[in-house]
């Protein structure tokens, strides 16, 4: 029986007080639609973020904004270029919209974004850097990125993927909204699935200019929000503070595990640490199962474990100490 569910990049805490309180109440409203135009959670994350609100485009999770995009975006056969192993919702989107994956392999774990910008063509219609990337972790920084950009022309939109933003330390790392404005072809995704812990009801948004955001939002699915992940997301924005200290918290558990672990581990910036086993992946997949933790594993590469709480990362240091 599985004890310890760390296989999702979930976040281990329920839902504040608060926010369930919200939750709660709105539940009394469920025989109405949502507000399909999301009007007061765009106003607060374009308050949050300082940007007019034109330029903020929400969906069902990162997940849903990011299908919303590619729909807009790729026509037959255009080419979605993007790190790989990383996300593994961009193949099959990609799929979904008819369009050409084009992956480009990792160095030393690090998106190698010299040769993303190599990969571009006439027919590449977008570019993803997912920053933390999924599942390693790693994180590329502002002169790489902003050095990646300027390579990219014009007419090709680059989507930042920071699910995982809440979680970075690195200061060498950059916020991407702060870049999105002077770079109208860029694409900022967030989430309230990880830091936040909803990711239960699905709620994301993209930050982007105008022209970009309105072709997003030509493609968006009415009422793609729903009433109960708008009330909570905005209750979660009012309650960040006590958000972020649990964000916190899971930080401080990343390092020890980090600093703990008798296998292999790679640096992470997100809520999951990235153990690259290769040819012992399985059989440490299946010594977590047997101990009652659930991973995620990568056969013959390695294993994303997420960070959860300490009695859930104590079970896993034991696992991988009886490896060694």
């Known amino acids: 029986m599985t004890r310890h569910a760390l296989a999702a990049n979930e976040n281990p805490y329920p839902p504040l007080p608060s926010v369930r309180?919200?939750?709660a109440e709105a539940a009394g409203g469920l025989n109405r639609y949502p507000d399909r135009t999301v009007t007061?959670?765009?106003d607060a994350l374009a308050a949050r973020h300082r940007v007019p609100r034109s330029h903020i485009v929400t969906g069902a999770g990162s997940v849903g904004v990011t299908h919303h995009l590619l729909h807009a975006v790729v026509r037959d056969g255009g080419e979605v270029l993007y790190a790989w192993p990383s996300f593994e919702a961009y193949p099959h989107l990609t799929e979904i919209c008819r369009g050409t994956s084009v992956r480009v392999p990792l160095r030393e774990e690090r998106h190698d974004l010299a040769a993303m910008a190599d990969a571009i063509t006439p027919h590449t219609a977008l570019a993803i850097v997912c920053n933390p990337n999924n599942p390693t972790g790693t994180a590329v920084t502002r002169a790489e990125l902003e050095a990646f950009l300027d390579r990219v022309p014009e007419n090709v939109l680059v989507l930042l993927d920071e699910a995982y933003r809440e979680f970075v330390r690195d200061p060498e790392v950059p916020d991407g909204i702060e870049l999105y404005r002077s770079r109208p072809n860029l694409v900022v995704l967030r989430t309230f699935s990880k830091a936040y812990g909803l990711a239960a009801l699905r709620v994301g948004y993209a930050v982007a200019h105008e022209e970009a955001a309105a072709r997003i939002r030509h493609t968006v699915v009415p009422f793609g929000v729903n009433a109960l992940a708008q009330s909570?997301?905005?209750?979660s924005l009012a309650a960040e503070d006590e958000l972020?200290?649990?964000?916190?918290?899971?930080?401080?558990e990343r390092d020890r595990l980090t600093s703990a672990l008798a296998v292999p581990v790679t640096p992470s910036e997100a809520?999951?640490?990235w153990l690259?086993?290769?040819e012992r992946t399985t059989a440490f997949a299946q010594a977590c199962a047997r101990a009652g933790v659930a991973v995620r594993a990568f056969p013959g590469e390695g294993v994303r474990v997420?960070?959860?709480?300490?009695e859930a990362n104590d079970a896993v240091l034991r696992v991988a100490a009886q490896l060694t």
């Open 271 to 273: 809520n999951f640490v």
């Open 306 to 310: 997420t960070v959860g709480t300490p």
């Open 244 to 252: 972020l200290e649990r964000v916190e918290a899971v930080v401080k």
């Open 232 to 235: 909570a997301a905005l209750a």
């Open 40 to 42: 007061d959670l765009v």
């Open 276 to 278: 690259p086993l290769g």
């Open 21 to 23: 309180t919200v939750l």
